[in-house]
């Protein structure tokens, strides 16, 4: 998946292992930079675009069958991921644009 701030807010939630393909396009490069986060955790795995098909191997294909086979790596990452999860995330952006408003109202 591209590792935008909600995307990786619903896998934290999820506690899911996720392979993650940072978009190069975006500013500031913050979707590495998010998703590298989570690697250096051992939460994630990421892929560089430039990784996708180097060698003419599957660099997609390797990391899915690692996680198909190996069951412990699996739970690892979900634990870890996990941890990155935010407590009524939805409640609070419901309060920041409820707040907006009404100061747009003001």
């Known amino acids: 998946c591209r590792a935008g701030a909600s995307t990786l807010g619903e896998i934290t939630a999820l ?20 998703a590298k ?14 990784e996708l098909n ?5 660099r997609v294909c390797e990391c899915v069958d690692k996680l198909y086979e190996d069951q412990s790596y699996r739970e690892t990452l979900s634990k870890n ?5 935010k407590d009524d995330v939805e409640k609070k952006i419901f309060e920041a644009i409820e707040k907006v408003i009404q100061n747009k109202r003001k």
């Open 15 to 34: 506690g899911k292992p996720a392979i993650l393909v940072p978009s190069p396009f975006v500013a500031s490069n913050h979707q590495y930079k998010n």
């Open 54 to 58: 180097s060698d003419g191997k599957c």
């Open 81 to 85: 991921i996990r941890k990155f999860a």
């Open 37 to 50: 986060a989570l690697s250096d955790e051992n939460a994630a795995i990421v892929i560089s675009e430039d």
